[in-house]
């Protein structure tokens, strides 16, 4: 699972730079449902769940993914998506 920092004080040219090390984290592993799994929670002034363990089945579905995650600016909620992580990211 990746907490992702998209509040304001990141900025727009950081956050893709996040965005691209999450999309060579993931390249190393074998995406499948019976191998790895992968979960983001993005958070800035809310957290969300981008998307859970169960949603992206192979490598393609998970780039792409993460490449339409969108910078939302505002403020810096952590402890909401640690909170987010804690209580629903681990569900599935």
Not at 1 to 28: P, R
């Given at each position: 699972?990746?907490v992702?920092?998209?509040?304001?004080?990141?900025?727009?040219?950081?956050?893709?730079?996040?965005?691209?090390?999450?999309?060579?984290?993931?390249?190393?592993?074998d995406?499948d449902?019976?191998?790895?799994?992968?979960?983001?929670?993005?958070?800035?002034?809310?957290?969300?769940?981008e998307?859970?363990?169960?949603?992206?089945?192979?490598?393609?579905?998970?780039?792409d993914?993460?490449?339409?995650?969108?910078?939302?600016?505002?403020?810096?909620?952590?402890?909401?998506?640690?909170?987010?992580?804690?209580?629903?990211?681990?569900?599935?």
């Amino acid at each position: 699972m990746f907490v992702v920092d998209a509040s304001g004080s990141i900025g727009l040219e950081n956050f893709a730079k996040v965005k691209q090390f999450i999309k060579q984290v993931v390249m190393t592993f074998d995406v499948d449902p019976q191998y790895t799994r992968v979960a983001l929670v993005e958070f800035s002034s809310q957290a969300r769940i981008e998307f859970n363990f169960n949603e992206k089945s192979n490598l393609t579905e998970l780039l792409d993914a993460i490449d339409n995650i969108n910078y939302s600016g505002g403020g810096t909620v952590t402890s909401d998506a640690i909170e987010l992580m804690r209580t629903q990211g681990f569900d599935q």
